[in-house]
């Protein structure tokens, strides 16, 4: 019968693509990372992989995995044979110790700078000339603007944007109840809520909707630069906070794959002086004073606040503000109420 | 095919069997007005998009290695995908045409609900089954075999949401073409199989191509299920719909739309083939 | 489970039926009975909790609303497109009847992007509909538009091989006996349609139900007005919780499974009723 000879053909053939994925050479990682370090990490494993080469190893190969910061720790989680990953914030990271084990509780103390080899900050993009004469976090919650930012349930990145606008009215307005009542009044400005970073963008610059984006400042200039030239500008706030996108090797994984070496050498890599130069070239902030200072003209300085000062860290922030029933939600539920 | 163009001898019932000149061009003017605002405009948009910066920009994108990597994953999860739905598509329509046995509507509804079932929930679902804390997940592991996060994944999920495809063009086709000459056929002491490759399969061939052709557009164009068990691995375990995602989240818009008509060609072209088939036969018919 | 009721010199009842029923049980009885176990190990507060949180509850009016929206589009404008390609010649019918597939065939991401650019206030046409301040893009109508455009081919695809054999002995009976076209239409040719209209209509409304890809990019997401059901199960799997994401997902399935068993027992007994008329 024919068609059973191209059934076992078939199989034959899953059965050999499944084991091809299975026979992977130590030497061959898989970094999950999130949307915005697609270009940084393209050029940063070529500069891996000379400097691991110089050190008279073999070319290793560097698998990239990119997508939402949420939904990629999900897939680590659940399987998905991550040697390190990249992501935009620690809690997703911390998901990967409090479900499943991955990785210790212990794993931001691994690296230098909280494991955070490059850093960003919550910026705002506004239109040419700023037309709504945008200055500081206060215009967002004026009636005639519209605000663009994507939705802190699904979105890393949100929440970072979120974060920074609450720790700006708690210092400005001094209690809980003010910052909640500025959220809430920022967030009745926001006419369009996408699931992720990348497609808020897009809302604001193809769509052309909003007065004001909120962004981390790295994807912003990206805007700028690239996206729609002389069509935006960035407002620095007066008061921002500081975003730290870390990395982790994931412990479970290296190890029941023998890559462990080749991945915290990666990592370790990514404090090299000629990532931290790359890192500025992708509008990420270096993380090495040093570095960083030879960029002072690119990256303004803000005053910048971290999640530990002012929210005790992501675990208690995720829980107070973003877990289902928290000051999100709530905040959602009254602006549905008034309207 | 009936051909519905097909004369019909008394005059005034021709007229009495359509309509006036200003019904029919006023009804064929709403069809395409309609048409054109869902599908011809989008379809534009994107040849536009794909094209808008050239041929050679459009080729760039599509021969760019992590494209081509999409490209023949999509098609390699077809060659299985389409075949063995094909098959169960044949067997079901067989059944429930042929035979009367109870739980038969239950059996019919349950087949359209990998439609019902959101894209979503398909991910989530083999998820609960495969993945790390799953049910055969930790088991799967100790074996070194993997499921989701690779290929036999996303055939999985594939596989589940265009079940329904040939199925659902085959079951009304062959109830509606009954099973008189089947019957004549085995009573005049053909055998089962040579009853079903000489007299069924002629009849369906139409339905049974169509319903591939449709099975295998979707299977092409599959997204929210196959997001969930990829892991998005670059050149690996990123489709085409997944890697048209990428690019545009990487704002390269450009090749975004370029893979998506490459798609969209891919599956025009099969639906072009089965309508030159189509043409073909009807002539051999003609002339015979 | 099944037995013959009626005898026949048919072969391959078992083969076909027992290939059919195992290949459905692997491949979606049994991931869909996981799904349910799945749900019955939480709490009945917790299903409940989940299922009935006013966002959700928000979520399902437009789910529902919308799908059913465009369903009754497409069943209006889809039964309409199955005539006019079965009954009329003009110029081009290869190619239109080609590009009803399209839906099909087009990622629902891209769908959703070619839609978004078409109809958002900048888009090529959105951008004429702002002069008369309709707003489609980030609105409810958004979401009619992608559900109409993912439903479309099924009301067209359904209709459109029961008209193509229908026989016109019986339109020329009607008209000889008196009845005026509109008659025949309504009176000989409906009916005969209506099974086919039911069930394009049902999957239409199903595969709207369900829809994520498309539409997320037209809707705007915000919770409690623009918010589909699939994008706050998308949002609870994101946060851990699949659980919540399942007990939603199971409402949905429910909902969509009685729908279809409920349009094919009408078929079924409009066909017993009509006794086999064709």
Redesign the interface.
Known sequence: MKISTLVKHLTLGTILAASSFIAVANTTILNVSYDPTREFYREYNQLFSKHWQAQGNTAPTVRQSHGGSGSQARSVIDGLDADVVTLALAYDIDALHNNGNLIPADWQSRLDKNSSPYTSTIVLLVRKGNPKNIKNWDDLVRPDVQVITPNPKTSGGARWNYLAAWGYALKEYGSEEKAYEFIEKLFKNVPVLDSGARGATNTFVQRGIGDVFIAWENEAILSVEQLGKGQFDIVVPSVSILAEPPVTVVDKNVDRKGTRKVAEAYLQHLYSDDAQHLAAKHYYRPSNPAVASQYASAFPKVNLFTIDEVFGGWTKAQQTHFNDGGVFDKVLESINKNR | MTDVSVAIPAKPLVKATTEPRWVRYSLISIMLLFLSLFLLLPLSVVLYGAFEAGLRVWWQAVTEPDAVAAIKLTLFVLVIVVPLNAIFGVAIAWAVAKFEFRGKTLLVSIIDMPFAISPVVVGLIFVIFFGSHGWLGPWLQQHDIKIIFAVPGIVIVILFGTLPFVARELIPLMQQQGKDEEEASLTLGASGWKTFWYVTLPNIKWGLIYGVVLCNARAMGEFGAVAVVSGRIRGETNTMPLHIEVLYNEYMFTAAFAVSSLLTGLALVTIVIKSYVEYKDERKHKTA | ??????R??????G???G???F??SL???L??A??LI?TLQMSWADFWRAIS???VV?SYKLSFGASLAGATINAI?GS??A????????PGK?V????????????????G??????Y??????GQYLQVWDIRI??SEIGVI?AL??IG?PFVVR?VQ??L??FE?EL??AS??LGAS?WT?VRRVILPAILP?LLTGY??AF??A?????SV??IS??????T?I???L???K??????Q???AI?VV??VA??L???LI??LQ?WTNKRNGGA?
């Open positions: 489970m099944a037995t013959v009721v009626s026949t010199v048919i072969p391959g009842f083969l076909t039926l290939f059919s029923v290949y459905l491949l979606f009885l991931p869909v996981g799904l799945f949180h006013p966002q928000a404008f309409l497109t005539w006019v390609l079965v009954r009329y010649r003009f290869k239109v009847d080609a590009l009803v597939d399209l839906p099909f065939a087009l990622p629902t991401a891209v769908a992007i070619a839609l978004v650019t078409l958002s206030a900048t888009g090529w046409v893009a980030y538009i109409t455009y479309l359904m091989p029961v193509a054999d016109k339109e020329e008209a000889s076209r025949t086919a049902a999957l199903a595969r139900l369900g829809e994520y890809g997320i990019f705007g997401n915000l919770p409690y007005r918010e059901t699939p994008l199960i998308v949002a799997a994101e946060q851990y919780d699949y919540g994401a399942a997902g949905m399935l969509a499974f729908l279809l068993l094919n027992g079924w064709i």
